[in-house]
């Protein structure tokens, strides 16, 4: 007896497309730097931050032992994370969003 052919389904080609994953920028609290230096460093090495929100992050670092002042691409961030590091700041290891 013959079997019958089997048919397999054509396959669909789709290319999907995902997005880099982003990552944190997180400052810890230590009692080295000063509010100042903190908000300063802030706004020397982070793109359009302001003196008031560094000075929010600044007290959120304080107040909460951390904050979170950069999101986004692996290479900006790594970035980011080594200069704020270098000016004396603690940093949190990044970590993905």
């Given at each position: ?37 903190v908000s ?58």
């Amino acid at each position: 007896m013959a079997t019958a052919p089997t048919i397999t389904p054509e396959r669909v080609s789709q290319t999907v497309r995902k997005p880099y994953p982003n990552f944190k920028v997180i400052v810890l609290n230590d009692d080295v730097n000063t509010f100042q230096h903190v908000s300063e460093s802030l706004m020397s090495y982070i793109p359009n931050m302001t003196s008031d929100r560094a000075w929010e992050l600044t007290n959120q670092v304080h107040f909460d032992g951390q904050a979170m002042v950069w999101i986004g691409p692996q290479e900006q961030a790594e970035l980011y994370h080594q200069q704020l590091r270098r000016a004396g700041l603690t940093m949190a290891p990044l970590e993905a969003a």
